[in-house]
């Protein structure tokens, strides 16, 4: 979908406003989804969204949609807009979202979706971390609450000074028409999400004497549908304010003639608004702190806070550089990081450009190099069913028995059947300290026959943890096997490692020909996987 934007669809300050956005949006999602259901889709939600850019009066906004997986009833539609300067020809990213439809079926049934054609690698990726990004979003209240009981216990509200919440608070009515509605009857979602833009920028307005820019959204969720004739009652209001930013929260209500008399709304979707504010030179403003006057406001207040804490730790997870340390395991970050952990080996493996190095009878060397990062892929050949290896992989308490890198494997955290952390220690190499690792292991089955078994690594950091002097403490970036099943008795095992500094002593006398490390560990492992398959 392409769209000029023009003086209409404009705010006070001649940019794009976000409300007209996310209608397009919304639109342009909704016919990717219908093209790939066969029928009528209806807006389940919208992930949390950012704003990276801003498009002014003249410019094109060109919004791509596909979609990345269909579950049962509802899919993943990916959607990327960029803003394009027709004089320049300069293209910009402003937003990329993913969004979740579900197909309506026509009568009582239940619409069964077919899966989705993948063409290309990038449709492969984004089709298997899909399945993380629905983990995430299934999550998301367990982690919210439990943030929010370590909100409550350390934060307080009372601050000296601060303006009363309820000074910002706005209602407003909408009456739907039907050019407010979709081709089915329904409010259109993304005209829903339009009008929650503009009463939450009059709330935040009530505090920053500007006029505010919406810079992301904490998700848009649809509990119910509205419809043509029915009044939409929109409440926002202050719920946090974070020094350069505030966020909003909007609740909305629907009411057909009948409940409008008795005074019955169905309550029809919510959301969190983040706006920011400048002056004329462009320059952010500085928010001024609020209090809640009510148990609700009080709740709401601490929200803020756990969202907040979400918010920015999906921020530096994903946008997470190579040269940093690893990330801290905390009750806000947990989901992230395996998603990340996910990511990274999937985005790995499907990378073009591998070269094989070396090659024996059941194993395959192949080395990647990108700028100055490098890494290695071993392709091993196992007579043992894929889900055999995979047990037998994913456990690390295994791994001494036919990698001699590993000295110790001790569990720390055994979060779940999926995720757990163990401390690892690794033999001195001459001239180096020992070295050990704090790592998550993430392990994922697959959910089609064509589809990998996973075993993801990657270091994090444990505040009950802390460095030794006895060991050097070392990273890894990303690690892990992919596991096919190549027939009933048999199955390719991949294993990947981004090189860094901490792995680099144990693979350098490898790479340059005077160690046959790689391939004798590897020959260790097959043995180890069909010796334990012929116990079993």
Not at 29 to 48: F, Q
Not at 354 to 362: A, E, F, Q, R, V
Request: proline letters at 4%.
């Amino acid at each position: 979908m392409c769209q000029a934007v023009l003086p209409a669809h404009a705010g006070p300050r001649g940019e794009l406003g976000a409300g007209p956005l996310l209608r397009w949006m919304d639109a342009a999602a909704c016919l990717a989804a219908e093209k790939h259901a066969g029928v009528s889709c209806v807006t389940a939600s919208m992930d949390d969204i950012q704003f990276e850019e801003a498009a002014r009066v003249g410019q094109i906004i060109a919004i791509k949609t596909k979609v990345n997986r269909a579950f049962k009833t509802s899919m993943e539609v990916g959607i990327k807009v960029t803003v394009q300067d027709v004089l320049t020809n300069a293209e910009k990213i402003v937003s990329v979202a993913y969004a979740t439809y579900v197909a309506k079926p026509v009568g009582a049934g239940k619409v069964e979706l077919k899966p989705v054609e993948l063409l290309s690698a990038e449709d492969h990726l984004e089709h298997s971390l899909a399945i993380e990004r629905r983990r995430i979003r299934l999550g998301y209240v367990q982690v919210f609450q439990k943030l929010m009981q370590e909100s409550n216990k350390e934060d307080s509200c009372e601050e000296k000074d601060a303006v009363s919440t309820e000074h910002t608070h706005v209602q407003s009515t909408e009456l739907v028409l039907p050019p407010h509605a979709n081709h089915h009857g329904n409010t259109f979602g993304g005209q829903i999400m339009a009008w929650m833009q503009t009463v939450a920028s009059i709330s935040a307005s009530r505090l920053c004497r500007s006029h505010p820019i919406l810079k992301s959204v904490n998700m848009f969720k649809f509990w119910g549908p509205s419809f043509v004739g029915d009044r939409l009652v929109f409440n926002a209001i202050v719920n946090n304010t974070f020094h350069n930013s505030v966020e909003v929260g909007v609740r909305v209500e629907a009411y057909n003639c009948e409940e409008w008399i008795k005074d019955q709304p169905r309550h029809i979707n919510s959301a969190f608004l983040i706006f920011s504010a400048v002056n004329d030179k462009g320059e952010l403003l500085t928010f001024p702190r609020v209090k809640p006057t009510t148990q609700d406001g009080v709740r709401r207040y601490h929200g803020a806070i756990a969202r907040r804490r979400i918010r920015l730790t999906r921020k530096c997870i994903l946008s997470a550089k190579g040269d940093k340390p690893s990330d801290a395991w905390e009750t806000s970050n947990q989901a992230y990081l395996s998603y990340s952990n996910i990511a990274a080996l999937t985005h790995l493996a499907r990378k073009p450009g591998w070269d094989i190095t070396k090659t024996l009878d059941n194993v395959k060397i192949w080395t990647h190099e990108e700028g100055a990062v490098l890494s290695f892929k071993v392709e091993m050949q196992v007579k043992v069913p894929s889900h055999v290896a995979f047990s037998l992989l994913s456990d690390f308490s295994l791994r001494q028995r036919w990698d001699r890198h590993f000295q110790t494997c001790e569990i720390l955290q055994a979060v779940s059947e999926e995720e757990k952390i163990y401390h690892v220690t690794s033999a001195p190499m001459t001239g180096h300290r020992p070295r050990d690792f704090i790592i998550l292991v993430s392990l994922r089955q697959p959910c089609r026959p064509q589809e990998p078994y996973t075993v993801a690594v990657r270091s994090v950091t444990l505040e009950a943890m802390p460095p030794s002097p006895e060991f050097c403490r070392s990273e890894i970036l990303c690690a892990g096997f992919q596991i096919y099943s190549s027939s009933s008795s048999s199955c390719t095992v991949c294993y990947f490692n981004q090189v860094t500094s901490g792995v680099m002593p144990y693979l350098a006398a490898n790479l340059t020909g005077s160690s046959k490390s790689i391939e004798d560990t590897a020959l260790e492992c097959i043995k180890f996987l069909e010796l334990k398959d012929s116990e079993c």
